[in-house]
């Protein structure tokens, strides 16, 4: 079966330190990944997502990064956090466009404080 | 562009009252539709889907029928559980497959 993790689970950060949330498929090929982030008391803004390695879409211009270095990783990094950037980070995955009407598939989340 | 509009929230409930929550969609082609639910701390798990017009998802007691002609997917259950209380969230998955559009979410407190 299908698993999605991603860590750490919580982190506190000062302002201008550097981030790196992870996220790693197992079960799938291919699989198109996503990071989403849900800010207080707000929605889920897409941040980013991948069809392939390498390959990286990014639908809000900001502070974050993105990277797919392996089919199942998916990377989310800052060079300098804002206090802005604090809130709840999802990664998801989803089967690949061969497969239209599937659903996203999504990890525990990583709860990000930036003080 | 595509997109999800939901009720605002939060809803709070007395154990066994009825549930509706709206939600209408735009979007070009034919897209898939879903629901969400969010319990606290936790990421979001897939309640029930649709994928075509007049399509009716389910489960766990909750129902939403995919109404093209009114652009709606909205939920509802018959009568709600202290357990049921979460962030509900509608959503979109573009007719490509690549892209999933959220509705900002709505609160639901049922209390006994």
């Known amino acids: 079966s299908q698993t999605i993790h991603q860590w750490p689970a919580t982190l506190v950060q000062p302002v201008g330190s550097p981030l790196s949330l992870e996220c790693t498929v197992e079960?799938?090929?291919?699989?198109?990944l996503y990071w989403y982030r849900q800010a207080a008391g707000r929605g889920l803004q897409l941040l980013f997502y991948s069809v392939g390695i390498g390959q990286i879409s990014s639908e809000v211009p900001q502070n974050l990064s993105a990277s797919r270095p392996q089919d199942r990783q998916f990377i989310l990094s800052s060079k300098k956090l804002l206090l802005s950037d604090s809130g709840f980070y999802l990664c998801?995955?989803?089967?690949?466009?061969?497969?239209?009407?599937?659903?996203?598939?999504f990890g525990e989340g990583s709860r990000l404080t930036v003080l | 562009g595509d997109s999800v509009t939901q009720m605002e929230g939060p809803v709070t409930l007395s154990e066994e009252a009825f549930l509706t929550i709206n939600c209408t969609y735009t979007?070009?082609?034919?897209?898939?539709l879903f629901w969400y639910v969010q319990y606290p701390g936790e990421g979001l798990q897939l309640l029930l889907k649709?994928?075509?017009?007049?399509d009716k998802g389910s489960n766990k007691g909750f129902e939403a029928t995919y109404r093209k002609e009114t652009t709606s997917f909205h939920l509802e259950k018959g009568s709600v559980q202290v357990s049921d209380s979460a962030v509900y969230f509608c959503a979109l998955s573009a007719h490509t497959g690549n892209q999933f559009y959220f509705g900002t979410g709505t609160s639901l407190t049922v209390i006994p």
């Open positions: 079960g799938t090929s291919n699989p198109n």
């Open positions: 649709a994928t075509k017009a007049d």
């Open positions: 979007a070009t082609g034919y897209p898939s």
């Open positions: 998801a995955w989803s089967v690949g466009a061969s497969r239209p009407t599937g659903e996203l598939f």
